[in-house]
């Protein structure tokens, strides 16, 4: 697993110019393309992973199934990602899967949940930056939808006013004056949370 912190900034759509403003000053360059990321999360029949995130409790975890740049479920290479939050950051893990249609179709166990189900997919537009040690992402475009076996027969909700930048570094004392210059407040958020809130499946 690869260990990190991360701080998510409080941000809506009117402000991202003041951002890009705020990288340029900074001398913030873009790391590389930006891609379509596009996720499947499990969870159990109680939506236990939901309830600890939305109440903060750690340990916890987050499941999902990753792609990028879909076209669909036999093209794609998909990843299974097992985030989990901690008292002093985060640990991720992630793992090429074949057959997929195996656990989308049954489930997956995973120890502190039991078995776990699809329940939404999210996608968006990723973008990259970096600045000496600290890699800094920016998610826009940000669509929800019920998870259905027919995968390309529902439509995804799309949260207009969504705009998630996220800093991620593996030291503290990484981010020196970089935090204290920052003119964004760091917030708490949940993608998958939102999108069962947002498909009134909670």
Not at 28 to 35: D, G, H, K, L, V
Not at 98 to 111: Q, T, W
Not at 171 to 193: A, N, V, W
Request: aromatic residues 16%; glycine residues 2%.
């Amino acid at each position: 697993m690869n260990f990190r912190f991360e701080d998510k900034l409080k941000l809506n759509i009117d402000k991202t110019f003041e951002f890009d403003e705020w990288l340029l000053k900074n001398n913030i360059s873009q790391a590389f393309p930006s891609r379509e990321i596009y996720s499947i999360y499990f969870d159990n029949t109680n939506f236990q992973t939901y309830h600890d995130s939305n109440e903060g409790i750690v340990p916890r975890s987050k499941i999902r199934f990753r792609t990028y740049n879909y076209e669909n479920i036999n093209v794609n290479n998909f990843f299974i990602e097992i985030k989990k939050s901690l008292n002093y950051g985060r640990l991720k893990s992630s793992k090429k899967i074949s057959n997929i249609e195996k656990y989308l179709k049954l489930g997956i166990f995973i120890k502190e949940y039991g078995i776990c189900y699809p329940k939404i997919i999210v996608k968006y537009d990723r973008f990259y930056y970096k600045t000496d040690k600290i890699r800094i992402t920016l998610d826009k475009n940000i669509k929800f939808k019920k998870f259905d076996p027919l995968i390309n027969n529902t439509y995804f909700k799309n949260s207009k006013d969504l705009v998630i930048p996220e800093i991620k570094y593996s030291s503290k004392s990484h981010l020196g004056q970089f935090m204290i210059d920052l003119p964004f407040e760091k917030t708490r958020f949940s993608k998958y949370c939102i999108g069962l809130e947002n498909l009134d499946l909670i």
